[in-house]
DNA sequence: CGTCGTCTTGATCTTTCTCAACCTGTGTGG
DNA sequence: CCACACAGGTTGAGAAAGATCAAGACGACG
């Protein structure tokens, strides 16, 4: 998919809008492809890119005190949001962000993009900080155990999330993460959710079969 | 104090040093202070105004779906950052801001401030989106239980925000809500610090008083 | 001095974490 | 093409942690 791409009206992205892409003019960011899996950046390694999500969806980890290998996932990052915009401001990223799906991300080096704000001026650099401010307002606090039950956080999450009685499709894991529980605790709490009947849920894939019942246990 | 006591030198504001107020220009922002327990602005309510931290910190909130009335506390915003930021970007605050102590803070309305912006140009536009960067890398994800115990993740609070052997002062059910449990959860972690000779707790302050045995606790 | 909000303490019960085994779909190599 | 190993997911039983409910203590403030 070249640069251009997206240059029809509305649909283009902020980026490639203040870029002037439609007059003509180069896009700072070039895109590429990713495979599900795959580590963008790592926490507190150098920081010299920073990509924005065309398709798909990164989740950013970070480790809470000397925790074990992985911390934990605390944000997910999707199409029309930043990812590691934070090499604008400091040295080391801030978060380790891998591709949940498969991905199209249009990168730019840091040195490059610094320099593409000061060449474009203000209205690049407007666009920068809506698409940061955006993704932050977008990141809610993780629930925790005091915000209602397993169940009714799932619950919660099925109903904001679902599009077309359809669950994201991401790791298990990263959903238990992001609800702030463990992976086992989702698992009984889907399990419990079939069993209602709010949903039907197989190893690959949740359905929402009975939004109301769904809603009620999100609500209770 | 007058927004020109920040002029010297490294100790001026980033918005006044955007804004050139060493060279004799006005900063967009004029200083204003509120009491302890103060709201600044609610949640969804219309969004009209910024504010910059200079003194004190700010605690925000955000109503967790049909939640009851408070929501919990999910970030605090201290001396450099900016507050209320998405009004740039949004018609409503996405949270609710409250002063935990007594504040000294620069406000803008947004209308001004977009008008400053596009007078000064790059530099001011640059400066607010290294704020908004900073502030949002330092935000942390709230800790759920399974990033240990309730002790250990306050242990492992008061050795990050413990300055001089005195925890911040803030109400403790501010804290408790950060730290993903309850305030008599967080009462409780208190009294087990305590027993154990790490700190000495009343009931307006929190002193440190044997650092290695809370580091312990911290690492365990 | 009395009231109120915040914090603390206590007893009890539910939840969920822990540890372990097992399942299942995917990918690999023979 | 099949057997196998592996990662991610599920299920189960048990224990420990934290939530809940309730009452009391302390400090602030009028």
């Known amino acids: 998919m070249p640069s251009d791409a997206t240059l029809d009206g509305s649909k283009q992205c902020p980026i490639g809008r203040a870029a002037g892409c439609g007059a003509g003019r180069r896009c700072p960011m070039s895109p590429r492809t990713y495979e599900a899996g795959a580590m963008l950046c790592g926490e507190s390694s150098a920081a010299e890119r920073l990509w924005y999500v065309q398709h798909g969806s990164v989740a950013l980890f970070r480790e809470t005190g ?3 290998g992985a911390g934990v996932p605390w944000a997910v ?9 934070e090499c604008l401001v400091q040295e080391g990223y801030s978060d380790t ?3 949940l799906t498969q991905v199209t991300l249009c990168v730019a080096s840091r040195d490059s993009f610094n320099q593409w704000i000061d060449n474009v ?3 690049a650099s407007r666009a920068v900080m809506g698409l940061v401010i ?6 809610g606090p993780r629930p925790t155990s005091a915000e209602g039950s397993a169940v009714r956080r ?3 999450w099925l109903a904001d999330e679902a599009r077309d009685g359809r669950a ?5 894991g990263v959903v238990a993460g992001l609800l702030g529980m463990l992976p086992e605790t989702f698992s009984r709490a889907l399990s419990r959710l079939s069993v209602m009947g709010a949903i039907k849920s197989t190893r690959r894939e949740i359905r929402v079969v009975d939004a109301d019942v769904l809603m009620a246990v999100a609500a209770e």
């Open 77 to 85: 990052r999707r199409p029309g949001q930043l990812v590691g915009d």
């Open 121 to 123: 001026g203000v209205v």
């Open 66 to 68: 000397d925790q074990r």
């Open 154 to 156: 799932v619950a919660r």
């Open 168 to 172: 994201p499709e991401m790791p298990r």
């Open 134 to 139: 955006s993704a932050r307002c977008a990141d």
């Open 97 to 99: 962000a891998v591709a």
